[in-house]
C-alpha cells in the first residue's frame, strides 16, 4: 500500500536534493528546498520539501521537519502573490496513491490561482524549460535576495 512503506532514497525529489537531479530551484535553506513544479497546474505551481526528513508521507515526518516546510510554504505563497499577482493560492499535499500522490517524499505544492483559469491537469503537461529559467529567476531573486 503507497501509504505506508519503505522510504526509496532514489526517488526523484532524494535525487534533487542530492543533486544528482537538476530542478529549477527558489529557495533553499538547510532545512527546506522549494522548486519550480515541472509540470506544474498553473504557472508558478511551486514545491516545498524536507531536506532531513526521509519521509514519504505526512504521517510520517516528525514535527519539526513538518514547522519547518509549513514556513517555507508561506514564505513562497507570499513570494508568488507579490511577483505573479494571483487572485488565490492554494496549498496542497497529497498522501498515497489514491490521494494522488504520485513521489513518495513528502512535499507542498503551492498553487497560484488567477480569475478565469481552471487548475491544470496534475503531474501531465512539462513545462517549457526557458520559462520555468525566466520564472526561477524572478522568485529567487524575491526569495534569496
Ligand atoms: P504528487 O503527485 O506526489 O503530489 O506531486 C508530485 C509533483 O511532482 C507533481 O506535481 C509532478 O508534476 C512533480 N514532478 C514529478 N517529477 C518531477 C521532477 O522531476 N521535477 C520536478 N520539479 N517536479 C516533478
Same mark, same amino acid.
Given at each position: 500500500?503507497?501509504?505506508?512503506?519503505?522510504?526509496?532514497?532514489?526517488?526523484?525529489?532524494?535525487?534533487?536534493? $542530492?543533486?544528482?537531479?537538476?530542478?529549477?530551484?527558489?529557495?533553499?535553506?538547510?532545512?527546506?528546498?522549494?522548486?519550480?513544479?515541472?509540470? #506544474? &497546474?498553473?504557472?508558478?505551481?511551486?514545491?516545498?520539501? #524536507?531536506?532531513?526528513?526521509?519521509? $514519504? *508521507?505526512? !504521517?510520517?515526518?516528525?514535527?519539526?521537519? !513538518?514547522?519547518?516546510?509549513?514556513?517555507?510554504?508561506?514564505?513562497?505563497? $507570499?513570494?508568488?502573490?507579490?511577483?505573479?499577482? #494571483?487572485?488565490?493560492? &492554494?496549498?496542497?499535499?497529497? *498522501?498515497?496513491? #489514491?490521494?494522488? &500522490?504520485?513521489?513518495?517524499?513528502?512535499?507542498?505544492?503551492?498553487?497560484?490561482?488567477?480569475?478565469?483559469?481552471?487548475?491544470?491537469?496534475?503531474?501531465?503537461?512539462?513545462?517549457?524549460?526557458?520559462?520555468?529559467?525566466?520564472?526561477?529567476? $524572478?522568485?529567487?531573486?524575491?526569495? &534569496?535576495?
Amino acid at each position: 500500500m503507497s501509504l505506508i512503506g519503505q522510504y526509496d532514497t532514489d526517488n526523484i525529489f532524494a535525487k534533487i536534493i $542530492r543533486g544528482e537531479a537538476p530542478c529549477f530551484k527558489i529557495y533553499e535553506d538547510e532545512d527546506v528546498l522549494a522548486f519550480l513544479d515541472l509540470f #506544474p &497546474q498553473s504557472y508558478g505551481h511551486s514545491l516545498v520539501i #524536507p531536506k532531513r526528513a526521509a519521509a $514519504r *508521507n505526512i !504521517l510520517e515526518i516528525d514535527s519539526d521537519n !513538518l514547522a519547518k516546510v509549513t514556513a517555507a510554504v508561506q514564505k513562497v505563497a $507570499r513570494a508568488l502573490v507579490d511577483e505573479l499577482q #494571483p487572485a488565490g493560492v &492554494q496549498v496542497a499535499q497529497f *498522501n498515497g496513491a #489514491p490521494a494522488g &500522490q504520485t513521489v513518495f517524499h513528502l512535499h507542498m505544492h503551492v498553487i497560484p490561482r488567477f480569475d478565469g483559469e481552471g487548475l491544470g491537469i496534475h503531474a501531465a503537461n512539462k513545462a517549457d524549460p526557458v520559462e520555468l529559467e525566466k520564472l526561477q529567476a $524572478r522568485l529567487s531573486k524575491r526569495l &534569496q535576495g
